[in-house]
């Protein structure tokens, strides 16, 4: 058996396909689920870091370094194993979705930290100044601003999460990674692994590549 | 009689330093008041604490047509009365001119879109600006960009403007397109506080200059007297050093 026919067998690319398309669907399911519940308990969490009272804030600060600090798989792990022991039993979906939300949020928050305080005083003077309340001053003048900012780390962060999906192949839930170790099995062969590496390029290269462009243009505003 | 704004024994610390010590200061209705005096003076200090921007302790007393300057629910009442115009222009640049404008009536008045729009454009032809009000603040100069803050203030129909140094930040050609727009305003009857280093500006358009140094104001006068027959030797030497150049 050379390299070729044991990487990058063709035929039993072709045959593990329709296995690894369903993979890919749930992979982008989980990916996009936990992105977005991210985004709101990321800004959720930054408020609360921000603005609120002084012990709301040391917590919000503890949860966000403690969930930036443990690995994926361990909190994966306690979800899916060690929650049911206190009654907590979670589908393998839900519990990917939890683990990968608590973390993105906690990168969350922080990105929407830096984007906020990237503003200048002044903007939340001259809203002040104008009588905007707080809210209508985050909503109207400073989120604005501060999202055109963070669109290239939200995007990163995005990234990590789709990658990250694959952990979730250890729960037993059949996203991309895990169909392409079953088809690998299946067929004595791992070049569904490498097709399984290949689909992950195709949609993850792009957005790299868009990260890049998005922080060129906003370095050239700058200038 | 207490004043329009009624300022008493205003004092602001930052940390140990003792930037305001003690000013008492009465401003009447639609009266235009020029505050001059050395930087570090606290001149700045004072009017960002009259729609308190900047805190204050609490032995000190700040009302404004009778309502007292308090952190809460008043404050932002307050501060709708008092329009603000920055050295740094602090213009939204996500926004239009004309949105700009419109952002506070619209949110804090609940005036109309269709209203508020009409009311941004007649301000801006009033500031010399009615072709710009699609541009971003970026594409304008910083006399323009000046001009249209000074439009977003007047769209919430203020009865007081606190100018902080307007033209500090100017291209010195720009100053004067900024200056005749300010002085329109003091006719129209509006009470006016500015902080200022145009000593031309303060003798022709204040009815009173207050000179301030170190904290305190040290002098208090209509501008024939407070630019020809200063009192305090204080004043004397800043007047000196600033109009001998």
Known sequence: MDLFET???????????????KGLWLTLELGAASILAGLVLGLGLCMMRLYSVRPVQILTRIYI???????????????YYALPFVGVRLSPFASAMTALTMVSGAYTAEIFRSGIEAIPKGQFEAAAALG??????????ILPQSIRMVIPPLTNNSIN???????????????????????????????????AAAIYLAFLLPLVLLVSRLERRLNRGKA | MPGYI???NLQKYYGHYHALRGID??????????????????????????????????????????????????????????????QSFNLFPHLTVRQNIMLAPRRVRGTTKAAAAAQADQLLARV???????????GLSGGQQQRVAIARALAMEPQVLLFDEPTSALDPEMVGEVL????????????????????????QVADRVIFMDGGEVIESAPPDAFFSAPRETRTRNFLHAVLDH
Request: proline share 5%.
């Open chain 2, 25 to 86: 200061l009465e401003i009447a209705r639609g009266e235009v008041v020029c505050v001059v005096g050395p930087s570090g003076s606290g001149k700045s200090t004072l009017i960002r604490c009259i729609n308190r921007l900047e805190d204050f302790s609490t032995e000190s007393a700040i009302h404004v047509d009778g309502v007292p300057v308090l952190p809460g629910a008043n404050l932002a009442k307050v501060r709708a009365e008092v329009g603000m115009v920055f």
């Open chain 1, 7 to 21: 990487f990058f067998n063709l035929e039993v690319l072709a045959r593990s396909f329709p296995m690894l398309l």
């Open chain 2, 180 to 203: 005749d727009v300010m002085r329109d305003l003091a006719q129209t009857g509006v009470t006016m506080v500015v902080v200022t280093h145009e000593m031309g500006f303060a003798r």
């Open chain 1, 65 to 79: 370094d403690v969930f930036r600090s443990i690995p994926l798989l361990v909190l994966l792990i306690i979800v």
């Open chain 1, 132 to 141: 905007l309340g707080h809210r209508q001053t985050m909503v109207d003048v």
């Open chain 1, 161 to 195: 999460v789709v990658k990250d999906t694959a952990l979730a192949s250890v729960v037993a839930m059949p996203d991309l990674l895990k169909q392409a170790t079953q088809a690998q099995a299946l067929a004595a062969n791992p070049s569904p692994l490498i097709g």
């Open chain 2, 128 to 138: 010399g600006l009615a072709s710009q009000a699609e541009k971003y603040p970026s």
């Open chain 2, 6 to 8: 009624s300022i008493r």
